[in-house]
């Protein structure tokens, strides 16, 4: 049962155009989003996250959009560049939801995103 | 560097032997979570620690068992292991018992053979 799912596996963009990546949720119980980034040989690292009480949150280049409705959140980075080139991953918690839920992390399975020059 | 430390970084071991991964949180962060990347799958959480205490549970199987300790540093303790165990894990910590921007380690690359 995978209550968070990025359907692209990966996404390829050139330099200076935007990257909009995707990720669909299940869980209703759902409350606070988050994307992290993954370089190879190393851990994911936390990029920027969205409240379910909130629509939009912006950082720099990085902007994530969350569809409460269709249960659905993007990452838009404008521009791309190089250095982005990563693994993706979209993250959930469910932190109203308390008892064993307090705490977990659900992750998708990731989205492999490549900026060519 | 996020400033969550791993050990070891690579281990390989045979099936039905038991090991032992080692974090250390970020300077303080007073949870730790664990969580395991297998081949075919995201990422996986396996279990939370706040101050000592278990927090939240996830499909952690029961051959498996962790711990942290009062300098809160947790080990995760891998039993009568399986080919199927081969993985990537990850610690992560956070400063409170929420989970809010956790903060990862390098990760442990286990191969069981």
């Known amino acids: 049962d995978q209550q968070v799912k990025q359907n692209s596996p990966s996404l390829s963009v050139q330099e200076g155009r935007i990257s909009i990546l995707n990720c669909d949720y299940t869980?209703?119980?759902?409350?606070?989003f988050l994307w992290y980034k993954k370089y190879p040989a190393e851990g994911p690292t936390f990029l920027i996250s969205?409240?379910?009480?909130?629509d939009k949150n912006e950082d720099g280049r990085f902007t994530v959009f969350l569809n409460k409705s269709a249960k659905h959140l993007s990452l838009h980075i404008v521009p791309s560049q190089p250095g982005d080139s990563a693994v993706y991953f979209c993250a959930a918690s469910a932190l109203g939801a308390g008892g064993t839920s307090y705490g977990k992390l659900t992750f998708g399975q990731g989205t492999i995103l490549t900026v060519h020059p | 560097d996020s400033g969550v430390t791993q050990t070891p970084k690579h281990l390989i071991t045979a099936t039905g032997q038991r090991v032992t991964l080692r974090c250390s949180p970020r300077s303080g962060d007073l949870s730790v979570y664990w969580y395991q990347q297998s081949l075919d799958q995201g990422l996986q959480f396996l279990i939370q620690y706040y101050n000592g205490e278990e927090r939240a549970k996830g499909n952690i199987l029961e051959r498996f068992s962790a711990q942290q300790f009062p300098d809160l540093h947790s080990e995760l303790n891998l039993s009568s292991l399986e080919l199927g165990d081969s993985a990537l894990y990850f610690c992560?910590?956070?400063?409170?018992?929420?989970?809010?921007?956790?903060?990862f380690g390098p990760g442990t690359r286990l191969t069981v053979t």
């Open positions: 992560a910590s956070s400063p409170s018992g929420v989970s809010y921007e956790q903060y």
């Open positions: 969205i409240s379910s009480i909130k």
């Open positions: 869980n209703s119980m759902f409350d606070y």
